[in-house]
């Protein structure tokens, strides 16, 4: 999915080298989880029970500026 390319990899670019090493460690377990969880966390709206991971996954959402461009959560084109 474009979307989450767009945002892992601006949050990399962006964000990482300065991140410490719990967020360095957070951002590596979002990239373990199945697509469909990372999607639904990243671009669906949903939020993650482990509070540093959600930390993460806000910042990923805002710190990237890409979210803004985004169709909003129930408009993505497809049919359901």
């Not at 949050?11 to 090493?21: K, P, V």
């Not at 590596?28 to 669906?44: F, H, I, M, N, R």
């Not at 993650?48 to 806000?58: F, G, T």
């Not at 959402?61 to 359901?80: D, Q, V, W, Y």
């Amino acid at each position: 999915m474009k979307e989450l390319d767009l945002l892992l990899t601006g949050w990399l670019e962006r964000q990482f080298e300065g991140a410490s090493e719990a967020q360095r460690a957070q951002f590596e377990a979002l990239l373990a989880l199945p697509d469909p969880q990372l999607a639904g966390y990243l671009v669906g709206g949903e939020r993650p029970a482990a509070a540093e991971l959600a930390a993460l996954v806000e910042s990923i959402r805002t710190g990237t500026g890409i979210m803004s461009s985004l169709p909003s959560s129930g408009a993505t084109g497809r049919e359901p």
